[in-house]
């Protein structure tokens, strides 16, 4: 199974971004846990309309892409509105509220088509340790 790393093998670059407004109402822990060192903190970009300054993802696109659908996954999970999230095709796109970015197909994690500049398929393993039956 090949590595997620920081790089795309084909060289693309940051395809995912979050509204600088909206992650501010995630929790600091939430934040050090799926953000540290995943954010580009040298500048800012903004969506067409320039309402909504965005923080880019600067890890691989498929990192990015489920840090990004667990952050709206738990905003929906409470009833808020999900954070605010864009997608790069030639412009800034924000998603629609109940659009996700990644989904498990046949044991692998796939990135919508519409969602980026193509699909985007990498093998996933879920494991779990063996439990131990322990009698009362």
């Not at 920081?6 to 670059?13: L, N, W």
């Not at 992650?23 to 540290?36: E, G, H, N, T, W």
């Not at 990644?102 to 093998?123: D, E, F, T």
């Amino acid at each position: 199974m090949p590595k997620i790393d920081d790089v795309d093998e084909d060289g693309r670059g940051p395809v995912v971004a979050l509204s600088l407004r909206d992650l501010k109402r995630v929790s600091s822990d939430l934040r050090i846990k799926l953000l540290s060192g995943r954010l580009d903190l040298s500048g800012t970009a903004t969506d067409d309309r320039g309402e909504d300054m965005l923080v880019v993802l600067k890890c691989h696109s498929l990192v990015a892409s489920a840090v990004c659908d667990v952050l709206r996954g738990l905003d929906r999970k409470v009833g808020d509105r999900p954070i605010g999230a864009y997608v790069f095709g030639g412009r800034w796109r924000r998603l629609r509220d109940d659009e996700d970015l990644v989904s498990l197909v046949s044991g692998r994690l796939v990135i919508s088509g519409n969602a980026s500049n193509g699909p985007r398929q990498v093998p996933v393993v879920i494991s779990a340790p063996k439990l131990r039956r322990v009698e009362l």
